[in-house]
């Protein structure tokens, strides 16, 4: 099982960014996806999350409206539509798949949002 995330990096205030997690190794539609980010010194917090069949997608208050979660399937490609970005976003954002019996995480990336 391997991800590959990119799409981090540093942008201002009210700038955008999109996140990607390639995964590998495991049957994609088969498992819950979600992106958490953890901010430095705090536990990790969850706030996207894609159901196995993709039809419901749900987000953290904080994300809402701004966040945009997808998945394309085919390509076993995870994103993360990110818009009017805040300074308080700034985190290292992981991807996630989960079901019953596993439990598989990216190694993060970062996000930095500050003028």
């Known amino acids: 099982v391997q991800f590959v995330q990119s799409g981090g990096g540093l942008v201002q205030p009210g700038g955008s960014l999109t996140l990607s997690c390639a995964a590998s190794?495991?049957?994609?539609?088969?498992?819950?996806m979600s992106w958490y980010r953890q901010a430095p010194g705090k536990e990790p917090n969850l706030i996207a999350s894609?159901?196995?069949?993709?039809?419901?997608?749900n987000y953290a208050d904080s994300v809402k409206g701004r966040f945009t979660f997808s998945r394309d399937v085919a390509k076993n490609t995870l994103y993360l539509q990110m818009n009017s970005l805040k300074p308080e976003d700034t985190a290292v954002y992981f991807c996630n798949a989960r079901n019953y019996l596993y439990d598989y995480w990216g190694r993060g990336t970062q996000v930095t949002v500050s003028s």
């Open positions: 190794g495991f049957t994609f539609s088969r498992y819950t």
């Open positions: 894609i159901t196995s069949d993709g039809r419901s997608t």
